[in-house]
């Protein structure tokens, strides 16, 4: 057997595992873009290690620390804005057990592959009796919302800067092209009437349009609003760490957030992986600050996440969990 044999053999092996679902191509582009954040990463850390570490020895840590007691700046308006679209969807329960859900759900998000995250959701609203379908469907409706708004926010406070960013390195509208298609098939995802999203979430939509507007997706829209004003103000402490910067470019900083965050959210949900957003955080905070900086800044801010996310979850699911029980013991009365 020649080697272009056994080459079309392998192939035809791949191309069969793909066919029968063993592996999907969704799979296939995950490990692809994963393997290739993991060689940008490796290339930056063993270019520029020397500086790296003379970069690290002069952070300002106290900043990072202040960053991670402030937290909840931007994650109380983001469980909060999660709470309005369950409302929204007909979905009954407090206040306090929904941040409870969200605080808890929150976790497996730094495990790669979003499966983790919505099977963690469905579970723990199908407990109570929630379909899996709402939960499914207000989680992507959640993300998309949440992007969107990013998006926006990103273009008021900071579109003159992003507009520059673009003008002066080409692979960022390449980088757009490819998250407006991406946008483009999760829309087709939603409308095709075949689609597996489109039969597990089947008419969730249609309950929840009439219920959004106008008040409800203004809340909604407001909250998560603040969620990215309340992160980039985070971003801002932990690049103060690095670089003094002028005040009034903490609108640019939260631009930077809001579209970085924004496309990570948009990829989470189909594929996701450590870097992602790390690595665009660096890049558009390198047209601000020395690139170096904006390494250890993204390194350092991932810290922050990471810390702030793990800390806070434990504080609001201990204060949710007192919460509804004095409730339950208020609506049972005295025994």
Known sequence: MSKLDVFKMYLRKWKGRIGSGEWTWGRLIYFSLFFASSIFIAYILVQYWSELIEQTNEVHFEFVLLAVVLYPLGMLPTALSWHIVLDSLGVDRS??????????????????????????????????????????????????LLSLTGIGLAVLLAGKYLVQIISENPWFAIAILV?????ILIVWAFSNPGGAIRRLIDGKFKLLLPRLLPTRLFRIISMMSMAWIGGGALLFITV????????DDIFKIIGIWAISGSISLIFSLGISFFGLREIALAALLGVLIPPISAIVVAIAFRIVLTLGELIWAFVIIVVANWKIKTMNDERLGPT
């Open 240 to 247: 103060r760490s690095v670089e003094i910067l002028p005040v």
């Open 179 to 183: 998250f407006t298609i991406l946008m």
């Open 95 to 144: 206040v306090w057990f929904n941040l409870r859900a969200y605080s808890i759900s929150t976790l497996p998000r730094k495990i790669p592959g979003s499966i983790w995250f919505f099977s963690s959701r469905a579970s723990l609203y199908k407990e109570v009796e929630i379909p899996v379908s709402t939960s499914i469907a207000a989680t992507i409706i959640e993300a998309l």
